[in-house]
């Protein structure tokens, strides 16, 4: 079983930036994909970013691309998502998420572990 925290929310301004760390422990984080994602306000829980379990592929919504970088360091078993030029509509609650997917990454909800959730509020 793989537990994961999410860590680096918070209010911020407009034009600012955040590092979102998921953290995992528990079980090896070496062979997990991860995927980032954000649930706002009356809003269904949608993908942000993906990583897949070596770095090699990633992805981005178009919203986030030039904006969002998602990395990992396997040796902290950690996965991280650095913000840029946050925008009021990048409020909402992030999470992540893990599981096995070969080379790839899920872009829909099949990850079995999620995280319980950092907020991040970008004020205009």
């Known amino acids: 079983q793989v537990q994961l925290v999410e860590s680096g929310g918070g209010l911020v301004q407009a034009g600012d930036s955040l590092r979102l760390s998921c953290a995992a422990s528990?079980?090896?984080?070496?062979?997990?994909?991860v995927g980032w994602f954000r649930q706002a306000p009356g809003k269904e829980r949608d993908i942000v970013a993906a990583?897949?379990?070596?770095?090699?592929?990633?992805y981005y919504v178009d919203s986030v691309k030039g904006r969002f970088t998602v990395s990992r360091d396997n040796a902290k078993n950690t996965v991280y998502l650095q913000m840029n030029s946050l925008k009021p509509e990048d409020t909402a609650v992030y999470y992540c998420?893990?599981?096995?997917?070969?080379?790839?990454?899920?872009?829909?909800?099949?990850?079995?572990?999620w995280g319980q959730g950092t907020q991040v509020t970008v004020s205009s």
């Open positions: 998420a893990a599981d096995h997917r070969g080379d790839g990454y899920y872009l829909t909800g099949e990850y079995r572990h």
């Open positions: 990583i897949s379990w070596n770095g090699g592929r990633v």
């Open positions: 528990g079980r090896t984080f070496t062979s997990y994909a």
